[in-house]
T-cell receptor, first 114, second 111 residues
Framework: DSGVTQTPKHLITATGQRVTLRCSPR?????VYWYQQSLDQGLQFLIH???????AKGNILERFSAQQFPDLHSELNLSSLELGDSALYFC?????????????FGEGSRLTVL | SQQGEEDPQALSIQEGENATMNCSYK?????LQWYRQNSGRGLVHLIL?????REKHSGRLRVTLDTSKKSSSLLITASRAADTASYFC???????????FGSGTRLLVRP
């Protein structure tokens, strides 16, 4: 158990809908990273937050947004969903502000868009 | 696009044999990490090697880093069926705030 909690574990929804994925980092970790893993794209970096502030953006679509709250949990919002958004979404946390140390991954949220 | 590319994409070996996976990356880095992922599960950190290090060991794992060739290798010695998983390299791509993963090597260890 990494100590990172992601909910929901599974989510099935329709095209055009909006979903929110939630991540609670390990106790004491201030950094949260979001990744998307689909079969044909590998593990894609989406965004990194540290202590409530955005630190880096990757290949995150405009239809996606994220935030980190004062209690350090983070949410990834996916809107106007398309079939291609079906993927595993991972959250990872670390204590450091920079990506020079180990990340601890949650078990992921599996999103299926029908 | 991916920062790192693993080679081979898939590897099948017999239990007891050694497994070697390679990772090549494109930009300068501060460090390189290796992670393991069991099917559909979260990634687990294995080892981190800094840009000024050339080799690192952890149990049955040996990692090398050649910054002049922008490449790293992960060696798993005396493999076990439980080592069956996907293995990913990850680098900061010189960013400090990103960790970019390669496409992974799928390792199958046959009992």
């Amino acid at each position: 158990d990494s100590g990172v909690t992601q909910t929901p574990k599974h989510l099935i929804t329709a095209t055009g809908q909006r979903v929110t994925l939630r991540c609670s980092p390990r106790s004491g970790d201030l950094s949260v990273y979001w990744y998307q893993q689909s079969l044909d794209q590998g593990l894609q970096f989406l965004i990194h937050y540290y202590n409530g502030e955005e630190r880096a953006k990757g290949n995150i679509l405009e239809r996606f947004s994220a935030q980190q709250f004062p209690d350090l949990h983070s949410e990834l919002n996916l809107s106007s969903l398309e079939l291609g958004d079906s993927a595993l979404y991972f959250c990872a946390s670390s204590v450091a502000a920079v990506s020079t140390g180990e990340l601890f991954f949650g078990e992921g949220s599996r999103l299926t868009v029908l | 696009s991916q920062q790192g590319e693993e080679d081979p994409q898939a590897l099948s070996i017999q239990e007891g044999e050694n497994a070697t996976m390679n990772c090549s990356y494109k930009t300068s880095i501060n460090n390189l990490q290796w992670y393991r992922q069991n099917s559909g599960r979260g990634l687990v950190h294995l080892i981190l090697i800094r840009s000024n290090e050339r080799e690192k060991h952890s149990g049955r794992l040996r990692v090398t880093l050649d910054t002049s060739k922008k490449s790293s290798s992960l060696l798993i010695t005396a493999s076990r069926a439980a080592d069956t998983a996907s293995y990913f390299c990850a680098t900061d791509a010189g960013s400090s705030y990103k960790l970019i993963f390669g496409s992974g090597t799928r390792l199958l260890v046959r009992p």
